[in-house]
């Protein structure tokens, strides 16, 4: 089980030291979940510094595909192996919807953070019109077709409905895409959208669910670290 808390543009580096400092004293009871938190950039280094001799790991938000150049804005694979990152999310649907990135683009930078040996969680899912539509299978099907199975590949399946609006997939919608994702490609599959403590044991027991891409209910460490407690729990 992988439970990953995406930060999104929150958490400057004093609430992001804050943060890590208290997840670290909640460290004992989460043992065997694997544990990652996403800040944003500018709070990479000290999210590395002070989790640094713990099992919690620190991923980016996503990764350019060239090592370096002239991408102003952008941040590289080598960069942030640089500062001790062990992985990024990459094919965010804010990245996809507010900034334009494409499933080409997405499967570039995917590659060149596994080729500089960065761990990868790459995000997919249908928005609601095309669920309406009817959409959903092909909509993932064209999502995963450009990624290849790999070790250090994680994909999460988060539909785009259901993020930031409170309105979870039921366990019959999650485990029916999650089910489709993997006959695509063969690698863990994390839920995401208002994943929270309340809901996240119900998810997390369903059998193709293998951990979760939290966004708004990382940003609190009790609540984070309760949603890791259910990952636990034999279930
Ligand atoms: P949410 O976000 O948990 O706030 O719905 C999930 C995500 O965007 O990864």
Not at 15 to 42: M, N, Q, S
Not at 116 to 136: F, N, P
Not at 171 to 198: M, N, R, T, W
Request: some cysteine; charged content about 25%.
């Amino acid at each position: 089980m992988l439970i990953a808390g995406n930060w999104k543009m929150y958490k400057g580096p004093a609430e992001t030291a804050e943060f890590c400092v208290e997840l670290k004293r909640h460290a004992a009871d989460l043992e065997g979940v694997d544990i990652a938190v996403c800040p944003p950039y500018a709070s990479l280094a000290v999210a590395v510094q002070i989790l640094a001799g713990t099992e919690i790991a620190v991923a980016a938000q996503n990764v350019h595909w060239e090592p370096e150049g002239a991408f102003t804005g952008e941040v590289s694979a080598p960069m942030l192996r640089e500062l001790g990152v062990y992985g990024a999310i990459v094919g965010h649907s804010e990245r996809r919807q507010l900034f334009g990135e494409t499933d080409e683009g997405v499967a570039r930078r995917i590659r060149a953070a596994l080729d500089a040996g960065l761990s990868v969680i790459a995000c997919v899912g249908e928005t609601e019109a095309e669920r309406e539509a009817g959409e959903t299978e092909d909509v993932l099907r064209r999502q995963v077709s450009v990624l290849e199975a790999e070790d250090n590949l994680v994909l999460a399946y988060e539909p785009v409905w259901a993020i930031g609006t409170g309105k979870t997939a039921t366990p019959e919608i999650a485990q029916e895409a999650h089910e489709f994702v993997k006959s695509l490609l063969d690698v863990p599959v994390l839920y995401g959208g208002s994943v929270k403590p309340e809901n996240a044991g119900e998810l997390l027991a369903l059998p193709d669910v293998d951990g979760a891409l939290v966004g708004g209910a990382s940003l609190d460490v009790e609540s984070f670290a309760a949603i890791c407690l259910n990952a636990t729990r034999p279930m």
